[in-house]
């Protein structure tokens, strides 16, 4: 079987593997990325039987999506979470690639074909799983989806064939930055049609101020000839026609074309992954059961205010807090409505710390802390007085408590203006051996931490 060799060229510059199978699952193109990812070259390849080199593929499991499509079927998707590794080939470090496959219908020579797209997904799939890892949260729902197929050269039959049956968007400009090619995914992620967008600047995609430096990144490229960007995925913004924008993955790839040169990008709608990743961001950052922040984003505030504070030579002020007799309240009461304790005196906290750079959050079992930048120790122990007022007005019954009928808390307060010679960590001793002195004093009470004194004598804080 003759390959298909006047589309080899542009085959070979898209950044994707392409396999292009007959009716009878013979190769008839093996590009030069699947090559270079198997060791198997496009002279190896061709007129061999599927079988031989991706055996997976022939099974009836895969053959009875992928036959369909010789009817003209619909394209069809194969998850890198359900299919990782229909062909065979691994990365230069051994790892086996984690790939996603689309299947389309490609018409050639009057014989419909079928056009597999292959990508390598494998550093958002290993990155998607750190980020469970990193949140524990269940993100079976990530699907983050590499490079699609790279733009191809207006003009040519075949090629444009590829480019209307991707369901990523491609872009292809020429060197001036002109639009030669915008398929029909790009008409849907941006809103213009075809004939509005090719002949003008890509510029008109792109909000300020990446349109008016994406020419200078151009001539950068031409002059210099080296450019960080080619090859390597990045997040980009696009504008969409009604003049809203909006998040994108771009990939680019350099195709020479006789003298000249055309770029090929190939673009990915990333909004709902983004909101996603902001959710679970922020899931990150709060405590699962009371809402309010956790202890690992108090560590990072504290830090992050301790050094604007030592910039800026303002105090930073903290109050520990921790519930009069609790295990008694959950011995009595049960561990329900311990929890429901734990909740409302957490709101209650979150309540009484309003200004913008507050923070107040759970530092452990029933003890919480609020943060409380700009603040010297007189506010610190005002706001501290504000918050155990709060819980007592909550009138929770606490029949186990040798303070009072219901649920108290102690709290210690300290403020600090920061110097080179100290960190954070003394603000929170200074906190925490003020709550401790205000538990061994009778509980329900506020003490507020000694001043500490600078090295020549002067008061801080």
Known sequence: MEPLSDSLLLLDAVPIGVLVL?????????????????GVSSEQAVGRPVAELAPQL????????????????????????????????????????IQQTTVTPLSLDGTTH?????????????????SRQLHQQALDEIRRREEAEEALQ?????????????VEAIIVINQRGVIEEFNPAAERIFGYRALEVIGA????????????????????????????????????????????TFPLHLAV?????????????????????????????????????????NRRTFDEALEREWRRALRQGQPLGLVMLDIDFFKRFNDSRGHQAGDACLKAVAQSVASAVYRPADLAARYGGEEFVALLPETGPEEAARIAERIRQGVELLAIPHGASDVAPQVTVSLGT???????????????????????GAKSNGRNRVVAAPAVPSPGGAVTG
């Not at 207006?154 to 991707?166: F, P, S, Y």
């Not at 195709?255 to 902001?278: N, P, S």
């Open 22 to 38: 007959s009716e009878q699952l013979l190769i008839r193109c093996w590009n030069r990325i699947l090559a270079d990812w198997t």
């Open 154 to 166: 207006a003009g040519a039959q075949r090629l444009r064939a590829i480019v209307e049956n991707t």
């Open 414 to 436: 300290a403020s600090i203006r920061p110097r080179a010679d100290q960190d954070a960590a003394q603000l929170v001793n200074l906190a925490d051996q003020a709550l401790y």
């Open 58 to 97: 022939t099974t009836p499991r895969y053959l009875s999506r992928i036959r369909p499509v010789f009817a003209g079927g619909p394209p069809v998707l194969f998850s890198p979470q359900l299919h990782p590794h229909l062909i065979p080939c691994n990365r230069p470090d051994g790892a086996p690639r």
């Open 114 to 130: 079928a056009l597999l797209a292959v990508q390598d997904v494998t550093d958002l799939v290993l990155t998607a799983r750190e």
């Open 253 to 293: 790839g350099r195709m020479a074309l006789g003298d000249g040169v055309a770029f090929v990008g190939v673009l990915h709608d990333i909004t709902d992954q983004k909101r996603l990743e902001e959710h679970l961001r922020a899931l990150s950052m709060r405590d699962g059961l009371t809402g309010i922040y």
């Open 201 to 244: 600047n890509v510029r008109m995609l792109m909000p300020e101020p990446y349109r008016a430096e994406h020419d200078g990144y151009l001539e950068r490229y031409l002059t210099g000839g080296a450019s960080h960007i080619i090859g390597v995925g990045r997040e980009v913004t696009g504008r969409h026609k009604d003049g809203g």
